[in-house]
């Protein structure tokens, strides 16, 4: 995970955090919580309505034309960046990630296009959850990552929605290919 990028949102989100003053109660999400749950959201709606879109009988589809060799299928796309979701999210709570055993690969019971479109609402749910946790005495704690690496519980989040980005991207490139145009862009 290049720090670079990531870095700097990470930075930016703790500087909105002691730019807008808040009341701490015992209910009340701090300010980094709230922004990092409203991208969580706004990339959720991008998302699950794109997967909604593709029709079941093409969630087969992988590109052939050009250099696509040994690409994702448009299923495999949706289901690696839920998996994803979950890991990264289980990273910033301190968790296991829930199907841990199957990395970034969904298990092999998530086959047909609801259990793939549920999969993929319950990872963003997680993410959620994992946002509520994150606060201004926790934001910048460093979690241990594959590798030998170190990462921040804010940051995991930020690679999260980064990565569902890229993803989105690859997403609508399949809907277009198939005649679909992504619902956002309706």
């Not at 919580?33 to 959201?41: F, G, L, P, R």
């Not at 549920?118 to 946002?131: D, G, Q, V």
Request: glycine share 8%; hydrophobic share 40%; net charge negative.
């Amino acid at each position: 995970m290049n720090k670079g990028p990531y870095g700097f949102a990470a930075m930016w989100l703790l500087c909105i955090n002691f730019m807008c003053p808040t009341t701490h109660g015992a209910t009340e999400p701090s300010a980094i919580s709230k922004a990092v749950d409203e991208w969580v959201t706004k990339t959720e709606e991008l998302l699950i309505p794109a997967a909604e879109a593709m029709p079941e009988e093409k969630y087969s589809f992988a590109p052939t034309n050009g250099e696509f060799q040994g690409v994702r299928t448009f299923a495999e796309q949706v289901k690696h960046l839920a998996a994803a979701n979950f890991q990264l999210g289980a990273l910033s709570l301190g968790e296991k990630p829930p199907h841990a055993e199957h990395g970034e690969k969904a298990p092999e019971s998530v086959r047909t296009k609801a259990e793939i479109v549920e999969y993929l609402k319950a990872s963003f749910a997680y993410l959620h959850r994992a946002a509520a946790a994150i606060d201004e005495k926790n934001a910048a704690t460093t979690v241990d990552l594959p590798g030998g690496r170190r990462g921040t519980r804010v940051g995991m989040l930020i690679d999260a929605l980064a990565h569902s980005q890229n993803h989105y991207g690859q997403m609508v490139e399949y809907l277009r290919m198939n005649g679909i145009v992504p619902p956002a862009s309706r």
